[in-house]
């Protein structure tokens, strides 16, 4: 996962090269939606570990210990989400294309690790959640194969669909990854101009997406 942010934080380098703040600031707001969105997830996920440790009959030990700690990584998470904005509230646009190459603040390794750390707890609040439903499913359910296969069933279903998104999910990101490594980050492109004061030679930077910026002028003798 801090991979999949580090690799994020190398695109949106080379973005804010070629846009600007435009760039910069589009980040910004994508990575504060997805924040929200994992947010609303861990609060969930805290609500119902809680919640379903006063379930009847009593969870056996195990399941009562999973859930135990589902809660507990999904609270950590919701502090991350909630504290870490608010310190890094003051940084400017022009601070946060810094930010992500590593060159005055932090390297871009850690900051990938803080920012992916919510989304981590989330996904291991999840799977220990979901081992508590089984556990409580087959020590509650001894005995009765017909009840505990209707409870199995429906989660087995969920955990290979879950599996399986999260599978392709992983296939498509490293072949787009692949295809942006085997391109040259930059290609360059040149253009002549007579203005009237002589021959001028006008470069041009385009990028893999293939937006031009102007590189410079050359006065050509």
């Avoid at 999904?74 to 890094?88: D, E, K, N, T, W």
């Avoid at 490293?174 to 021959?199: E, I, S, T």
Wanted: charged residues 15%.
């Amino acid at each position: 996962m801090g991979h999949t942010y580090l690799a994020r934080f190398h695109e949106f380098a080379d973005a804010a090269e070629a846009d600007g703040l435009q760039a910069v600031n589009r980040w910004r707001v994508e990575q504060q939606a997805e924040w929200n969105r994992v947010s609303n997830t861990l609060a969930f996920l805290a609500t119902m570990s809680a919640a379903i440790l006063a379930i009847s009959p009593p969870a056996p030990p195990l399941a009562f210990s999973v859930w135990l700690g589902a809660a507990g990584l999904s609270v950590c998470g919701l502090f991350i989400v909630q504290y870490f904005p608010i310190q890094a509230f003051s940084i400017s646009d022009e601070d946060m294309a810094e930010l992500v190459k590593g060159c005055n603040y932090i390297n871009p390794t850690f900051l990938a690790i803080a920012v992916a750390s919510p989304v981590i707890f989330a996904l291991w609040s999840s799977i220990l959640f979901a081992v508590g439903i089984v556990d409580y499913i087959i020590e509650n359910t001894h005995g009765k194969p017909r009840f505990m296969l209707l409870s199995l069933v429906p989660v087995a279903i969920g955990f290979m669909a879950s599996a399986a998104v999260m599978v392709i999910a992983s296939i498509i990101g490293q072949r787009v990854k692949a295809r942006y490594k085997g391109k040259p980050r930059h290609r360059w492109h040149g253009l002549p101009h007579n203005d009237g004061n002589g021959l001028k030679f006008i470069e041009l930077d385009t990028d893999e997406r293939g937006r031009l910026t102007l590189k410079g002028v050359s006065t050509v003798d």
